[in-house]
């Protein structure tokens, strides 16, 4: 469950941030570098909350995540794109709280998070 949290995390935070599908964001010069570092942060918080991810699941969720031909888009951007309410919260927030509980940082996951609360807001 949590290398799909992970895989999840990463995904929405970098699609809601850029309002973009994975391969227009890895078309983007700085696109694959910002995926993986979100990635890295994921891992971190998975890993100190007791739950590291498998190379394996590792290496698929890589994969997945960079495939320059992929037109993936998180749930939460998607309803993000409708206008409507999102789990992001649930989703990167829940990813914040837990690093921050673990003495993880997550900078990017919080520039996402911050990003996901001002829509919310907006949308209120």
Not at 12 to 30: D, K, M, Q, V, Y
Not at 33 to 51: D, H, N, P, Q
Not at 101 to 115: D, E, H, I, M, Q
Request: a neutral charge; proline letters at 2%; aromatic letters at 4%.
């Amino acid at each position: 469950m949590w290398e799909k949290f992970v895989m999840l995390t990463t995904l929405a935070a970098i699609t809601t941030l850029t309002h973009s599908n994975l391969g227009e964001i890895l078309a983007a010069p700085e696109g694959a570098r910002t995926i993986l570092a979100i990635l890295a942060e994921s891992e971190a918080v998975a890993k100190a909350s007791g739950y590291p991810v498998s190379a394996e699941a590792a290496a698929r969720t890589r994969g997945l995540l960079t495939d320059r031909t992929s037109r993936f888009t998180a749930s939460t951007q998607t309803d993000m794109d409708a206008g409507g309410a999102t789990e992001g919260d649930h989703i990167v927030g829940d990813m914040v709280r837990r690093g921050e509980a673990k003495g993880v940082a997550t900078p990017l996951l919080r520039v996402a998070l911050c990003n996901l609360q001002v829509y919310e807001l907006k949308r209120a």
